[in-house]
């Protein structure tokens, strides 16, 4: 089974934010074991989820793991990225599609505040 893996960021008008967001996907991409790694945005930038799922699609992907990189469960992870997810699937009723968890409340999350916090105090 080929699996895509999505990267999923809120979007950006600015050039320096959309910079960072490629970057942290090519990290990604570099520590994961998937031929397949794109990024989508929910607005304000390209490419849309759609987009990247027809990308990774016409790659030949059986499955779809789209991670969002989102540190809060609001209502992109809660509604809105979910209805995007059931589009897709009707659109693609032959790939299975999973939705990941949003980074949330982690240790690691922690240890870097504190790692900026210290740069500065």
């Not at 699996?3 to 990290?27: W, Y």
């Not at 990774?56 to 789209?66: L, P």
């Not at 809060?72 to 999973?98: A, C």
Request: avoid cysteine; glycine fraction near 6%.
């Amino acid at each position: 089974m080929k699996t895509g893996v999505i990267i999923l960021g809120h979007g950006s008008r600015t050039v320096e934010a959309n910079q960072v967001f490629d970057s942290i996907v090519k990290m990604v991409k570099e520590e994961i074991d998937y031929e397949i790694v794109e990024k989508a945005s929910m607005e304000l930038a390209k490419p849309s989820l759609a987009e990247s799922v027809e990308k990774v699609v016409k790659a030949g992907v059986n499955k779809v793991i789209v991670v969002p990189l989102f540190l809060f469960p609001g209502i992109h992870i809660q509604e809105d990225i979910p209805k995007l997810l059931k589009l897709e699937q009707k659109k693609y009723p032959e790939v299975e599609f999973i939705f990941g968890r949003n980074i949330g409340a982690d240790q690691k999350v922690a240890e870097l505040m504190v790692e900026r916090v210290k740069e500065v105090g």
